[in-house]
């Protein structure tokens, strides 16, 4: 079993620091046990990412691609990843909470390919760009906006 398993066990996360009685018998443990300890963590690491991937559908939701899965990304939906990773970093926490959260039900997450991912970043950058630019428009030309038939038509 890897450290990261099972209950009652949460002290042993892979990202946590394991206190024991003095930093001295930390050090000689994790000299005698580093190798050991680094494959479960590793191992711990990939079964989540492996159920997590398997709940997703194993494929890209948008375009089907399922050829290769160490390349399929977790994507947020509704784009709000940087800020989920600012309250719990990017490691075990962040990941397993994602999991915990899709296997209760939780429709904000896909997987999508490198490509499909660009893809709705590029669209996610343009729309992002028009709001700016209706909204310099409404600031700077207040005067174009009088009446309906404005000539300047951004969206
Ligand atoms: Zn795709």
């Known amino acids: 079993m890897s450290p990261c398993q099972g209950e009652g066990r949460e002290s042993e996360s892979p990202l946590s620091l394991k206190i024991m ?18 494959k479960n963590v ?23 691609y399922e050829e290769d899965k160490r390349i399929l990304m977790v994507d947020h939906k509704n784009d709000n990843g940087s800020a989920e990773r ?10 397993k909470q994602i999991l915990e959260k899709i296997i209760a039900g939780s429709k904000e997450y896909q997987l999508l390919c490198p490509n499909c991912s660009a893809v709705k970043e590029a669209d996610r950058h343009i729309k992002n760009l028009n709001a700016r ?12 906006r009088e009446g309906s038939n404005s000539p300047i038509s951004l969206q």
Do not use: M
């Open 133 to 144: 630019l209706v909204d310099w428009h409404n600031k700077s030309l207040p005067t174009i």
């Open 42 to 64: 590793r191992e711990a690491f990939l079964n989540l990412r492996l159920k997590t991937l398997e709940i997703l559908g194993n494929q890209c939701t948008r375009c089907g």
């Open 86 to 95: 600012k309250q719990n970093g990017q490691g075990w926490k962040y990941r």
């Open 21 to 38: 009685y003095d930093q001295k018998s930390y050090n000689k443990w994790y000299k005698n046990n580093r190798d050991k300890k680094v």
